[in-house]
């Protein structure tokens, strides 16, 4: 491979590189969600301090990791109240109802909150993703020249 093409190769890939490691997703699992920036797994705190130099997608993935706890604590209760009168009914024991409408309604809480919560936190991460592509793409234009001198021909790139 001539000199030429080594050059032209590391900028393809140095360009694809930068482009596509910057891309965060998101998967949502049985425990929670997972973020992955490349091959390296985030955090909530990770993700958080990634997307700080995007003031708008940071908000909406701050505002969906509170939702996300609130949540998860709603539902935590709402089904240990829920399965106390089962348990009593279970055991032969007098039932106490009003633990199960309270635990109800705080699953009632929990389902539309843990709804927003993965609204604004794929809204947050596809904005943070589609603004890191558009600036990368926008402070990356490179001058592409033919040269020649007496001894031959040559390729002059310029960032």
Known sequence: MKPIGHIFFFLLLLTSTLSLSQDITVNQNAWGYEFKQGDQELTWKELLKETESDLESYDLIKRA???NTLSTIFAFAGGAFVGIPVGQ???????????AIAGGALIAVAIPLSSRSKRNLEEGISQYNARTKSSFLRGFQPEVSLVGSATGVGLRVRF
Do not use: A, K, R
């Open 65 to 67: 990791q509170s939702q």
């Open 89 to 99: 009914t279970i055991g032969d024991g007098e039932p106490s109802w009003v633990l």
